[in-house]
T-cell receptor, first 116, second 110 residues
Framework: GAVVSQHPSWVICKSGTSVKIECRSL??????MFWYRQFPKQSLMLMAT?????????EQGVEKDKFLINHASLTLSTLTVTSAHPEDSSFYIC????????????FGPGTRLTVT | GIQVEQSPPDLILQEGANSTLRCNFS?????LQWFHQNPWGQLINLFY???GTKQNGRLSATTVATERYSLLYISSSQTTDSGVYFC????????????FGKGTKLTVNP
């Protein structure tokens, strides 16, 4: 149980274009989904928290107009990187939580974005 | 915010050896979790352990919440144990955000 998928697993896009990453909880309903960014050899950095049907809450320093998050249902959240630049190249990981007592999070396999 | 320190930052073992990874928190945390990030980047849940001791096969974990630390034990290590181990917890006050340590990179050689 508690499986989270991400699509695509890797993507290459040209500078100035937008790319959408999907995060799905496959066997549970996620009350909350989280988006992280990870640079090589570093820890995970939380970008935003989203709850189904409401606007995402972004961490300080994360541009909400650049990283658009939509949590359309209890099993799907999307992250759209708009007008991508090479510095947006990174490993993006989502997680999902269904337990409002423990907040235990389950992670997707990640999406490696390369902007050329 | 709270600080999460993990030690050691790097660990190299021969297959079959045992190891202990440590996680210290600067303040009280809730909902402590241990993860293993494999070489492909996937984070795998190892333990949800806000307090006490749990065991799962060759792995076990102990959290002493009153002293703000947690330990992960790996026994009879295998090459497939290689990767980065992270601990993370949520701060008190009802926050659901996980605060991560910088991780321990484990390399198990055959």
């Amino acid at each position: 149980g508690a499986v989270v998928s991400q699509h695509p697993s890797w993507v290459i896009c040209k500078s100035g274009t937008s790319v959408k990453i999907e995060c799905r909880s496959l066997d549970f309903q996620a009350t909350t989904m989280f988006w992280y960014r990870q640079f090589p050899k570093q820890s995970l950095m939380l970008m935003a928290t989203s709850n189904e049907g409401s606007k995402a809450t972004y961490e300080q320093g994360v541009e909400k107009d650049k990283f658009l998050i939509n949590h359309a249902s209890l099993t799907l959240s999307t992250l759209t990187v708009t007008s991508a630049h090479p510095e947006d190249s990174s490993f993006y990981i989502c997680s999902a939580s269904s337990d409002t007592l423990t907040y235990e999070q389950y992670f997707g396999p990640g999406t490696r974005l390369t902007v050329t | 915010g709270i600080q999460v320190e993990q030690s050691p930052p790097d660990l190299i073992l021969q297959e079959g050896a045992n190891s202990t990874l440590r996680c210290n928190f600067s303040d009280s945390v809730n909902n402590l979790q241990w993860f293993h990030q494999n070489p492909w980047g996937q984070l795998i849940n190892l333990f949800y352990i806000p307090s006490g001791t749990k065991q799962n096969g060759r792995l076990s974990a102990t959290t002493v919440a009153t002293e703000r630390y947690s330990l992960l034990y790996i026994s009879s290590s295998q090459t497939t144990d290689s990767g980065v181990y992270f601990c993370a917890g949520t701060t008190q006050g009802g926050s659901e955000k996980l605060v991560f340590g910088k991780g321990t990179k484990l390399t198990v050689n055959p």
